[in-house]
């Protein structure tokens, strides 16, 4: 569009993106940070908004790091990283509270500072790296912001260095085996994504991502999977398991598929303090090691504010809140004795859970699966209120209907476990319309330099 225009950044937004206003128009600017002044090429012009690209610092923010007082360009989607950490801190504590304060219009009797973690990089134990065709090589890294273009990343600083030495051997003996990589727009080629899965112990998981599956020789896959196993033991490099999954659907999602274990395990464990989680290929569990840590001992804190025996984990994954929680309190109180039950639209993550409670040797559970807004309002009708309930929904929250049987439930005290501060925002309204009153509110940071961030309140019936 060859039109540019000089901005102050006054706000990011949940994208990443700069915030600025000029002459009423509201921008949204890449690769800027708040309190950056940058000159910006506009690349789309709408009706009530602009979006731009950086090209230039004219004056660089207070709020970022020395090191990128001269780099615009942060890659990865950790579109935070220019700032220095403590101001990353100030600002997501800010977002959550303004943003409550705006769509609930709701008193919280207690507002908490943010939770931080110890180092703002290599805290992930999870990565999924898109693979592409570029004119016959191999492409490997992330996608661009909006577009499925790839920019070519090994070593992203949020994940595990050991994930940068596993990728490049990859690479390596894809080209050496004449493995080809995905052709998006042809829905031609093997190898679409990566997904490495790791733990506090060190061990790796590995599963390739195929569109087909170049990998069907048994004497293909046997050398190339030894060759890996070789060079990354001469790295220290610990592998526990290498699983292929192949899925033909034209799909951006690295999962499901027909999978197949070419080494080892297809499982991992992970470990939150004494409790110990089985994780499938799929299996949902939360990717940052130190912030699963924080998030969780906030919940346990928040729940021994109140007197329980049951407990009801709504989409409860593999099981982890619930059965952390109760393991914790068991130990801590011999006489003891949770009745705890889960609910897990995923029928394989259920099957997880049941396996998680016997491996930590909980007792009294039952875990069904089904979707939160059918299973809950049958068990609002056939069981009698528990004493709390959990509830730690996707990015879109606890579904109306499902809210309705939490409510018509009578619980006296339910913990909200959040990934989205507006859709949490919208469902504290709604709670509070119907009787509870928020006490305590925390922010959880388990992805430095990203926009992310988890939340946990705890509410309590007062009408």
């Known amino acids: 569009m060859n039109e540019f225009v000089t901005l ?14 000029n002459n009423g128009t509201v921008y949204f600017v890449n690769k800027a940070v708040i309190g950056d002044i940058v000159e910006a090429e506009i690349v789309l012009s709408k009706k009530n908004y602009k979006v731009a690209n ?8 207070q709020f970022r790091k020395p090191e990128f007082d001269d780099i615009l360009d942060m890659p990865y989607g950790l579109s935070m990283q220019a700032l220095q950490y403590k101001h990353q801190l100030e600002y997501k504590e800010n977002k959550v509270y303004k943003t409550i304060e705006k769509i609930a219009k709701i008193d919280i009797s207690k507002k908490n500072s943010i939770v931080g973690l110890s180092s703002e990089t290599r805290y992930r134990n999870k990565g999924v790296f898109p693979i592409r065709d570029d004119n016959g090589k191999i492409k490997i890294g992330a996608f661009e912001r909006a577009s499925h273009n790839i920019v070519e990343v090994l070593d992203n600083i949020a994940m595990p260095q050991s994930y940068a030495f596993i990728l490049e051997e990859i690479k390596f003996l894809a080209e050496k085996y004449k493995i080809s990589a995905y052709n998006e727009l042809r829905h031609k080629g093997a190898l679409k994504f990566i997904s490495i899965r790791s733990n506090n112990m ?6 390739l991502h195929l569109n087909n599956d170049e990998l069907s020789d048994s004497n293909k896959q046997a050398e190339l999977t030894n060759e890996l196993l070789a060079r990354l033991n001469a790295k220290d490099i ?7 999954a192949v899925n033909s659907k034209k799909t951006n999602f690295a999962g499901g598929g027909k999978l197949s274990t070419l080494y080892g395990k297809n499982y991992i464990f992970n470990n939150i303090e004494e409790t110990k989680f089985k994780l499938g290929v799929n299996s949902f569990f939360q990717v940052s090691t130190e912030g699963v840590y924080k998030l969780y001992n906030e919940v346990a804190r928040m729940a021994k504010l109140v007197e329980f025996n049951s407990l009801w984990d709504i989409y409860c994954g593999v099981g982890s809140i619930g059965i952390y929680l ?19 639209y995923v029928e394989e993550a259920i099957n997880f859970a049941k396996e998680n409670a016997e491996l930590n040797d909980i007792k009294n559970t039952h875990f069904k699966a089904g979707k939160a807004e059918d299973v809950l309002p049958l068990w609002q009708k056939k069981y009698s209120a ?3 309930i959990i509830v730690d929904p996707p990015r879109k929250g606890v579904d109306k209907k499902a809210l309705d049987a939490i409510i018509k439930t009578g619980v006296k005290n339910i913990i909200y476990v959040s990934c989205k501060v507006s859709t949490l925002a919208r469902d504290l309204k709604i709670l509070s319309d119907a009787g509870y009153k928020c006490l305590e509110l925390t922010p959880v940071d388990i992805f430095p330099m990203s926009m992310h961030c988890e939340l946990v309140c705890i509410l309590e019936r007062t009408k």
């Open 8 to 21: 102050e950044i006054i706000d990011m937004n949940e994208s990443g993106q700069g915030v600025a206003k």
């Open 54 to 61: 950086t090209v230039k610092l004219v004056n660089v923010s």
């Open 202 to 207: 060190d061990e790796h998981l590995i599963i």
């Open 238 to 244: 610990k592998v526990i398991g290498i699983v292929k």
């Open 326 to 344: 109760t393991k914790k309190l068991d130990m801590q109180n011999s006489t003891s004795n949770i009745r705890l039950k889960g609910l897990e």
């Open 386 to 388: 528990p004493d709390l």
